[in-house]
């Protein structure tokens, strides 16, 4: 349509990228079909569970103080669990993010003298500090857990036979972490996560399994839940919260766990009890609801992304045409102004702080300057259409989010036309 064209013309996209762009999309519309089927399963996953939990106008009230009988806090952890296929949940505000879930889950459910193993080799960067591979204050390390590492194969398969090797007396729970995070391996599937799981508890039954499932919730029609995971992690202003939660983290999983963790939460004696939520309910449930299609659109653009920068010869990871666990999209640029220039481009599609320019600078919890190009509607939230790398080689950017694939799309030509502006990339040399 010509009126679009002139629209983005208007917004800074140059007709050669806006026909580079159509032309990538032509290929993608069996793929945008399968990706509906799944949001269209999903929704019907999330309001099954919200009726059957008799989800009432009453539960998006909150509580003040203690927060005894918060009806809705409780029902929207009925919720969860019925969604994750879970015996619990803890969903909460005053979890502050992925990481704390995930230090939450871990450190209430080791005690001194446990192993704690990662079959599927280094955990996302912030977790080294809370497991103490980088010496940190308040680690596993420091309260006498000790930490094992399985790294993957070289095709990025598991290698069974060292992680049997790994298996000991002391091991008490395994770490799986589903996406790629900031790694070029590939991302899990759901499939193989039960495959790991089935394997590991065949050595050991009692092994308390927890999959990190940070980008991942919605992707597919199942989750970790389905395939024997005891606890399911992940952060509210990913995938879970629909774009629409302020804040917050779920542990989904076995009675026992979710008890663990919500007894350290708050305290011992108290557990699920307490923790008001304020008047925060209401975005947990509408967020929750929006969450399948949401996760769709930024799944959307995270395919287009690969499309388009492979076509340029760039490496991508997920390739274009393979299936996708997770909503992340690393690209390799090779080069810190290529990486800049990215974050720059979707900095600059964003509905809010677009003006502003972003840059590298040292964030807590990374071992090298991170860039980080976000103008969310929520701080940081990585649904909504973000970018962030690591200045280091390989020069990768992890791509992810979009609460509209319609910004998503706006975001990854714009990405494209910095490049372009830059003299990074010749726009005539754009074609499928
Ligand atoms: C984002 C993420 C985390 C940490 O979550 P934060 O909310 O950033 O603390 C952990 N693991 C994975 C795989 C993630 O993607």
Redesign the pocket.
Known sequence: MEEIQNMYAHMGIDSEIYAYGEAVLKTLAGRFRQIDEIAEYNQLKVINAMQKCQVSEACLLGTSGYGYNDLGRDTLEAVYAKIFHTEDALVRPQIT????A?ALALMSNLRPGDELLSPVGK??D??EEVIGIRPSKGSLAEYGISYRQVDLLADGSFDYDAIRAAIGERTRLVTI???K?YQTRPTFSVGQIGELIAFVKGIKPDLICMV?N??GEFVETAEPGDVGADMVVG?L??NPGGGLAPIG?YIAGRKACVENAAYRLTSPGLGKEVGASLGILKDFYQGLFLAPTVTASALKGAIFAANLYEGLGYAVVPDGSESRHDI?QAVTFGTPEAVIAFCQGIQAAAPVDSHVTPEGWDMPGYDSQVIMAAGAFVS?S?IELSADAPIKPPYAVYFQGGLTWQHAKFGILKSLQSLVNRGLLDKNSLKL
């Open positions: 993010c992925g990481t704390h995930l955990p996302y912030t977790l972490q589903r996406s995070g990190d940070c980008y952060s202003i990913k983290g992340i940081g990585s």
